[in-house]
Nanobody, 128 residues
Framework: QVQLVESGGGLVQTGGSLRLSCAASGRTFSSYTMGWFRQAPGKEREFVAAVSRVGISTYYVDSVKGRFTISRDNAKNAAYLQMNNLKPDDTALYYC?????????????????????WGQGTQVTVSS
């Protein structure tokens, strides 16, 4: 089992940047595909990005392509989400998640049910 703790959220103006971090417990971090999701008030939880176990493959929702970058450091048991050129529509509670499931490609890791462990979330608010 793995425990996930997010940090790095905050209030930022439109066009600003934030870097979210996800610290994971346990010794088998490199065996998990990692993902970031977000949930805005009154909306369903939405996939944002995923990174493969060794960090080579990544996948993004269209709305963040070119602005967000997901990465991981297996030596530090951490995953990251660098968010640039933030927009008010990016305002949400951001969650990191870990999946033990194995699929044939990173593009399959886009649904809530494909992840096994979740953090408590970190709030990102983008003011206009």
């Amino acid at each position: 089992q793995v425990q996930l703790v997010e940090s790095g959220g905050g209030l930022v103006q439109t066009g600003g940047s934030l870097r979210l971090s996800c610290a994971a417990s346990g010794r088998t971090f490199s065996s998990y595909t990692m993902g970031w999701f977000r949930q805005a008030p009154g909306k369903e939880r939405e996939f944002v990005a995923a990174v493969s176990r060794v960090g080579i493959s990544t996948y993004y929702v269209d709305s963040v392509k070119g602005r967000f970058t997901i990465s991981r450091d297996n030596a530090k048991n951490a995953a990251y989400l660098q968010m640039n050129n933030l927009k008010p529509d990016d305002t949400a509670l951001y969650y990191c998640a870990a999946s033990v499931k194995i699929y044939s490609g990173i593009a399959y890791y886009t649904s809530f049910g494909q992840y096994d462990y979740w953090g408590q979330g970190t709030q990102v608010t983008v003011s206009s």
